[in-house]
Structure formats: C-alpha cells, structure tokens
C-alpha cells in the first residue's frame, strides 16, 4: 500500500516582517484555517539576524495553544549551531509537552556565512566560528536525545563539555523526532563542494529520523533520495519509518505571469537576492493544473511530504485556493 502523502504549511514569519500585515492573521488564522482544511502540519522558519523573523518556538508555542491536532515543526532551524543544545531540549521538550506531542524539531545549518556578511555576521555576533557547525550539529543532536530520555547526562565533546545534567520536562513524545533539513548539491560549510557530498548523506542517515530538501528537480530527489535511504540502513534504522520530505513554494493564479512575477519579488524581498535563475525550479506557480503537475513529479520520485510555503501576499486567499483546487488530487 502507498503511504499517505501529508501536507503543511509553512507559516510567514518572515513574511510578516515586510508584508505590513498582522502576524496574528497570518500565523494565527492562517494555522487555524490550515487545521481546519484537514492538513497535518505547520511550519515555521528560523533564523535570528541573517534573515530576521518571528522567533520559531514563540510562534509554534502560541499556534499549540490556538490548534489541537496540527504537527509542528521548524523549516529549518537554522540556528541550531547558535543555540546551546540544553537550553534548546529544554525549550523544546517544554513545547512537545503543551501541544501534546506534536513536535518535529528540523535542524539545519542555514545560509553557508560565504554566501554574504549577513550570514557571517550572525555568527561573529555569537562569537561561534562557521567551521565548528559539523561538530555543533552532531553534538547538539547526540547531547537533546541524551538529555531527552536520561537524567544525570554527561558528555564529553569537541564543543560540549557537562557532566551530571538532568533535565525536565523529558518530551511528551517517547521518541520526539528529530529530521536533519539539507540540500546536499549545495556548496556550503557542511556539505563540501559538489561532486563531494556523501558525508552529508551519511550524517542525515545516521542522526535523522526524517530528512527535508529543496531547490531540487524532481530527478534530484529521487536520486538523493536514494543515497539518504542507503544510510539510513547502513546504520540499522527501519527505512519504511524514515520520513522523506521537501519544502516547495507555491503561488496559483491564473495567470502565470502575474503568480511568476509575485513569486519573484515575495523572493527577492524574502532573500535579498535575485531569484530569477532558480524560479521555474523552487516553484509552482500558475493554474490548478501547473501546480499539481509539479507536486505528482515530486511524489513520484518518492516525496512523502510537502511543505508548502505561499509565496504571495495574500496568505489566506493562497491557502484557500490551494485547499480547494490542488489538495483533494493527492489525499
């Protein structure tokens, strides 16, 4: 039997910061909309100086209290390398336990500090060197699973060092999920120039109960897919639990040279860079039929599921259209 394909929606939270509109509308309305549209999750951003937002636990906090069933996630947490990894288990295990169990904490390196100062100085700001994020992301994982599900922890790592540290609240979730959010084609601190990208592979397969890309063609999943499946096994985890997921942008008019051009610039404001080159790639815009198209090429290269971010001004009117035309054709 097929598995289910699940759907979310990844919530503006940075949008909100240059859209002019009220982040209680769309993060709020928007999660209980998405609940009641029968999605399975919500998704929110991080990141703290390169690309400012509202902050990813604060938000999933206050959209736990306004939902009952939505999972919530982070897409991607950025700054993990950033935060100590107590003070973050602690954090999190608070949120598993006031949504009930519904976390998917999302880790992820963020923007290779080499792309631009934004990056680079997010980092000085903290006084933490990029080259240390291997180590800060395999530490930090290995430190809140210890921290998660033993009392007197202590650990003896490159970066970390603690010895006797208990914990509480342990998470809701016996065994809260933890997925690694990579694009392994990408030249960056942890991936290594392309054509040299195993390692990377062989981290999510080894720390990962889920793994989450983007800015891929459907082949390119597939084909990284695999690769990240091989680990999976290659460590002795049950890959038919192991959740494959990708982060997609959608804008549905239409007209697709009105949904391209509002794609663009939501973009360019969003990344302060020129998305142009890499449009047709990262989105589905256009009619009914332009984005389920691109959507069933995902699933068949084996997407499991989507996060969907809208990248258009009118988040409500987006979800709305979404639900209604492109939905229905996967559930």
Same mark, same amino acid.
């Given at each position: 039997?097929?598995? @289910? ?19 209680? @509308? ?17 998704? +929110? ?6 690309? !400012?937002?509202?902050?990813?636990? #604060? ?11 939505? *999972? ?39 923007? !290779?500090?080499?792309?631009? !100062? ?14 240390? *994020? ?8 290995? =430190? ?24 509480? !609240? ?36 080894? $720390?990962?109960?889920?793994?989450? &890309? ?12 695999? @690769? ?10 049950? *890959? ?18 009105? #949904? ?9 404001? $969003? $990344? ?11 989105? +589905? ?6 984005? &389920? ?7 068949? +290269? ?13 988040? =409500?009117?987006?979800?709305? *259209? ?10």
């Amino acid at each position: 039997m097929a598995r @289910k394909i699940t759907f979310g929606i990844v919530l503006p939270t940075r949008g909100v910061l240059f859209s002019g509109s009220d982040p209680r @509308k769309d993060v709020i309305e928007l999660s209980k909309l998405t609940e009641e549209y029968g999605y399975d999750g919500v998704w +929110a951003g991080d990141s703290i100086l390169a690309k !400012p937002r509202l902050d990813s636990i #604060a938000v999933l906090s206050a959209v736990a209290g306004a939902t009952s069933r939505l *999972k919530l996630g982070t897409s991607c947490f950025a700054s993990f390398p950033l935060r100590h990894p107590i003070l973050l288990g602690y954090q999190w295990a608070t949120l598993d336990q006031l949504s009930g169990g519904r976390t998917i904490l999302v880790i992820c390196q963020g923007t !290779p500090t080499q792309h631009g !100062p934004i990056y680079r100085n997010e980092y000085d700001a903290f006084g933490i060197s990029p080259k240390e *994020k291997v180590e800060r992301i395999e530490e930090g994982i290995e =430190i809140i699973r210890k921290i998660w599900s033993e009392d007197g922890v202590s650990y003896d790592g490159k970066i970390f060092k603690f010895s006797h540290v208990t914990v509480q !609240p342990k998470p809701k979730q016996k065994d809260c999920p933890i997925w690694i959010a990579s694009n392994p084609r990408s030249t960056g601190e942890l991936e290594g120039p392309p054509g040299k990208i195993e390692v990377n592979f062989d981290r999510v397969g080894k $720390y990962a109960d889920g793994w989450m &890309t983007t800015m891929v063609t459907p082949e390119e999943y597939a084909e990284d897919l695999e @690769k990240v499946l091989s680990y999976v096994v290659k460590y002795g985890k049950d *890959k038919s639990k192991f959740k494959a997921s990708l982060y997609y942008n959608v804008n549905m008019d239409e007209d697709k040279k009105k #949904a391209s051009d509002e794609s663009a610039d939501f973009l360019l404001k $969003y $990344y302060r860079e020129d998305p142009s080159g890499i449009l047709d790639k990262w989105v +589905a815009f256009g009619n009914q039929n332009d984005v &389920t198209k691109k959507l069933e090429a995902f699933v068949q +290269a084996g997407v499991q599921d989507f996060n969907i971010r809208f990248v258009a001004w009118d988040q =409500i009117a987006q979800l709305k *259209k979404f639900s209604n035309e492109v939905l229905p054709s996967f559930t």
